[in-house]
């Protein structure tokens, strides 16, 4: 980008980018190479999530903004100044460590001033009191970090990087130590914190759940490269790869025949149904006759008696067989198995107007149009669907 | 429970501990007569018992000048090798634990040579070097020097290896993290970090070197140690003053200890 040249030197001018600034960065191991020429932008004040599987490059990535790792190539800039050479000590930038690494020689309050006094602050006491305040640990300054609870040493390493109000603060799995109830309400307090403080998070996690709740915008990682960045909402939807329809959320992608446009629509033939999928959901080229996968998500997935009208104007596809059942509660969870040998994931809400089917039910399914999406046929449709949840 | 068996468990427990008073003894009885001798006022050189009371020992240490001047040697050889083998055994302990070079595996294993070998071979290797190299006529305060370094070296590396094992390198990237520059990194984390290690490798070195006879006795052509001192006069009447330095040092390690006791105690109190 011819714009990195341009870029003049000074933060705040005109024309500079308010934000961090990724331009084809790579890093390459002596086996393998971990992140590819990737280029990301991440808006001032925005909370941004690097979601993907464990070795899918994110944590190098924020490695290299953090300066702990240096770049094959590419260039990283933080308001209009290049950053990519830089030494750590002297980025804006700061970060939350997986496992914390708390100082464990020094107690919590010195902890939190480490930073402040690097930079000689004169304001240590007020700041790091304030600080405290923020995290809820003001009554703890004086204990020694392994005598406190994973959550508070969680909120201790987070005082201790935002205290020292970086231009972006750095999340490597921060939660991933902790239990699944206390990690659910960590995430609502640190989305609370970004949102009164203000400031730029990148967040790398490998939980989907995570990133949906606490980021503005997610990138979705995969094999060094972002297959899809957007916001949670748009990731969900409109999936553009069978790596991001799976990783995020489940998804039934079943194989089709592409029998071309038509208006807004590219009409594919769906193992003998025709169905229609709106073009700015369709993510390859309507070939006619190339094979393609249409992907839905379960909880978009109708089911109903054989026969019965089903509330979707598109055409019902008869043929299901209820293959197994699982009451969750909240929602029902039917297999069904279709005439071509797939089984399809259907969610319904159990909002108790409708009976529940059993196994062996003969059942027709359908889904509105405009709820499915269309794949390449190249990519592999069971991509990103075995993530493990352990964290990497 | 009948009173035959109460006795039985009785005798038990108390076998026990009386075995354990007898094994405490057994270990202290020597040290109880180096600090008793030191009280001793002898009635002739060649015969070593308690005669009577003194304090003349432990007022006029000096009375043997050579005694005075073997030990002001092993002291002085004691921290010169003390000060050089645990700043050159820390350096290659952060070599060997946080640098990936072609052999390193097998200098992690040549480290713990000079610890496995047997003095007497070290000792003569290092004479037979030293004659090599056209020494043999200087052997002396520095050769012992040298050797003591040497034969340091391989303690301090191994200490201080396994307390660098142990530490998260995370923590030397969040203090860079947070503003730390290389040199203040190593100051304010590494070091504080590290130091406990290092400084049981130099106690250890010092002590090793303090007490080494068999590589010294070898290496050491006229000058003479406190070992050898000790093991020179013992044919013919050890002077009660040695006695006097045997308690010293004795104290002096059970102060060592039982501080690092106490201060491990602290420690774990405070994170209780």
Redesign the interface.
Known sequence: MSQVAEAPEKSGDVGAYEGLRIRSLTKEFASFTAVKSLDLDVPSGSFFALLGPSGCGKTTTLRMVAGLETPTSGSIELSGKDITWDKPYRRPVNTVFQNYALFPHLDIYENVAFGLRRRKSKEVDRSVREMLQLVELESQTRKRPPQLSGGQQQRVALARALINSPEVLLLDEPLGALDLKLRRSMQIEIKRIQTEVGLTFVHVTHDQEEAMTMADTIAVMNQGVIEQMGAPAELYDNPETTFVANFLGQSNLIEVEIRGPEGDFVVVDMQGTLASIPTQRTHVQPTVGEKAWVGIRPEKVLIAEVGASIDAPGNSIPGGVVSDVSFIGVSTQYLVRMPWGQEIQVFEQNTGRRRLFRQGEQVDISWHPEYAFLLDHHQDASAGVDKVDAPS | MSPLQRMGRWVGQHLVLMGGLLVIVYMFVPIFVVVLMSFNKPKSKLIYRFDSFTLQNWLHPCTDQSMCSALSRSIQIGLLATVVATVLGTLMAFALVRHRFEGRAVANLLVFLPMASPEIVMGSSLLALFVAAGFGGQLGFWTILIAHIMFCLSFVVVTVRARLAGL?N??E?????????EA?TFR??TL??VFPGILGAALLSFSLSFDDFIITNLNAGNTTTFPMYVWGVAQRGVPMQVNVVGTVMFLVSIAIVVGAELNRRRQEK??A
Not at chain 2, 173 to 181: E, F, G, R, S
Request: aromatic share 6%.
């Open positions: 998260d995370n923590l990237q969040a203090a860079m993290d947070l503003y730390a520059t203040q304010r984390v504080p970090l405070a994170l």
